[in-house]
């Protein structure tokens, strides 16, 4: 048991479905690689509901309109944006080039999140 889960955890992250393939409680429960798959479209919808709400509230306060005008449009943007990679793989790469030519992760990780920081010291000290 113990070595499996070694093998598991040095592995895990490219072969996480044949693993889980393997997993056998009590010759009862088999097959959680159907589990694994629904968990894992549950967390693409969540994060995508949640990034979808910030686009959407992020717009309705910079143009300091109501939220409601900016659903249709960022929805249309996102649906459209979906079929831009053709596979798993260009998706993939895309992701890669944009990560790393463009610094999106710095960006959207480390100089946003500073640069609100500070702002809010400086507006938390006016008051």
Known sequence: MVTNI???RRRLKS???QFVQLI???EVFER??????LLFYAGIFIKTTIWYLAAVLGLSQ???TDYRRFVLPVGAVMYA???LPRSWQSH???????AEQFKANMIFIGVIPT????VMLIRGRGK
């Open 62 to 64: 910079l143009f300091n």
């Open 81 to 83: 944006a979906s079929f």
């Open 32 to 37: 959680f690689d159907e589990l694994v798959i």
């Open 15 to 17: 072969h996480l479905l």
């Open 24 to 26: 056998k409680i009590a």
């Open 6 to 8: 070694a093998l598991i």
């Open 115 to 118: 640069i609100l920081f500070i």
């Open 92 to 98: 993939l790469e895309m992701g890669k080039i944009i």
